[in-house]
């Protein structure tokens, strides 16, 4: 499998920005979809935002507008883009496969996103 490493994340404060990064191993085309998710303590780990092969992009309702997800090919690289942040967006970020295409068996470390004045 890819190994996905994680990186970006901070303090921040409400309607600030962060760029998270998630570096692959391999390319990151060998995948139909890229994904963002986030956890937050007490609740259920949530897909944030998704890009395919073809450049398809998904994102959840809660961060529509907000978010953007971009990827770097030559780099074997994925991005989220964080704008307007507010404190509800505190949560580690992970990045994985699409597990609405294919089976997440892993999870890495993750990166700690937390947005606070």
């Known amino acids: 499998q890819v190994h996905l490493v994680e990186s970006g994340g901070g303090l921040v404060q ?6 998270l990064s998630c570096a692959a191993s391999e390319s990151i ?19 944030v935002a998704a890009i395919t092969r073809g450049s398809k ?3 959840a309702d809660s961060v529509r507008g ?3 997800i971009s990827r770097d090919a030559a780099e074997n690289t994925v991005y989220l883009q964080m704008n307007s942040l507010k404190p509800e967006d505190t949560a580690v970020y992970y990045c994985n496969l699409d ?14 996103v937390t947005v606070s004045s």
């Open 14 to 19: 409400p309607g600030g920005s962060l760029r």
């Open 29 to 47: 085309f060998r995948s139909d979809s890229m994904a963002w998710y986030r956890q937050a303590p007490g609740m259920q780990r949530e897909l």
């Open 57 to 59: 992009r998904n994102y």
């Open 66 to 68: 907000r978010f953007t």
């Open 99 to 112: 597990e609405r295409f294919e089976p997440v068996t892993s999870w890495g470390q993750g990166t700690q």
